[in-house]
């Protein structure tokens, strides 16, 4: 490995493990700043390193608390801009507010927007993430966006499941929206594709009406970007079970995990809940996988 000497790598609070991991990855130690709470719960930040002319990258998904983080991740990138940065990437692993990426109703904002629009504002002049809700949201910033798919780690640590047949598993879409991201991981598994029919009746509530595809005698894999409340999941695990399905696995990129999301993805309907560590979580029952490596890689290719 060879060490960038050019590069520093600064950590925000939500993701500081994987942060940590990304750093080792291009062979540098994570930059020295400081992070606290006045007692009115602003967020005060202070560099404790010279960072002119530096390639700086400030780690920092926006998860619960998510105005917090962002307000941290602002914050931190204004810093690095103050103090005369080369260049300043924001790693967003998780992109907070992504699902309010359109006007749906008369007074609504489009909050996704706005949140590129005040990270632009901060001073960033790049941004990499993974598994944008939408593709859409790229189109949001006027700076350069990377957005990384992380289905190839998901595919690839399908393909070590014991007695792995791909003629068994299907790969499902739990709603139209899912169906591209969920083809991509089809074909690097090399197994086919089921879709969920849903009727959404307002946020985080909706209704399975059916599913296009054969899922009779097959290992189901319900592939999603995020997993929230989980109640999605939950109403299609049942259906699936109903259509003759052997057993399910559930595949996503962030572990939103809010409300009983935990309690109903710990049933026995589910044979294996595999998650990406782009919001750190510590559920014990639960498969984590490091994205650490392609988001280094990623980072050494800038």
Do not use: W
């Amino acid at each position: 490995m060879v060490k960038r000497l050019d590069v520093k790598i600064f950590a925000g609070s939500s993701v500081p493990k994987l942060a940590l991991k990304i750093s080792e990855g291009i062979g540098v130690e994570p930059g020295n700043l400081d992070i606290k709470k006045f007692s009115d719960s602003e967020t005060s930040v202070s560099l404790f390193e010279k960072v002119n002319g530096y390639d700086c990258y400030v780690v920092q998904s926006t998860c619960f608390p998510a105005n917090d983080n962002l307000m941290e991740l602002l914050i931190i990138v204004d810093a690095l801009r103050r103090e005369s940065a080369s260049k300043i990437t924001a790693v967003i692993p998780y992109f907070g507010y992504a699902r309010q990426d359109r006007k749906i109703h008369e007074g609504e904002p489009i909050t996704a927007k706005l949140t590129a629009d005040l990270i632009t504002c901060a001073g960033a002049d790049k941004v990499l993430t993974m598994d944008f809700h939408s593709a859409q949201i790229q189109g949001f910033f006027n700076i350069p966006v990377k957005n990384i798919s992380g289905m190839e780690i998901l595919a690839d640590y399908i393909k070590t499941e014991k007695n792995f047949n791909p003629e068994t598993f299907v790969a499902v879409a739990p709603d139209l929206g899912a169906v591209a991201r969920v083809r991509k991981f089809a074909e690097r598994v090399n197994c086919d594709v089921a879709v969920i029919e849903k009727r959404r009746s307002r946020a985080n509530e909706s209704k399975v009406m059916g599913v296009i595809g054969d899922v009779k005698d097959k290992n189901v894999i319900l592939l999603d970007d995020m997993i929230d409340t989980a109640g999605t999941i939950e109403g299609a695990a049942v259906v699936l079970k109903e259509m003759g399905c052997k057993s399910i696995f559930v595949c996503a990129s962030h572990a939103v995990l809010s409300g009983k999301s935990v309690e109903r993805l710990s049933s026995d309907i589910f044979e294996k809940v595999i998650l990406l560590d782009t919001i750190e979580k510590d559920i014990p029952k639960f498969k984590f996988l490091s994205t650490a490596k392609v988001f280094a890689d990623e980072i050494n290719l800038l």
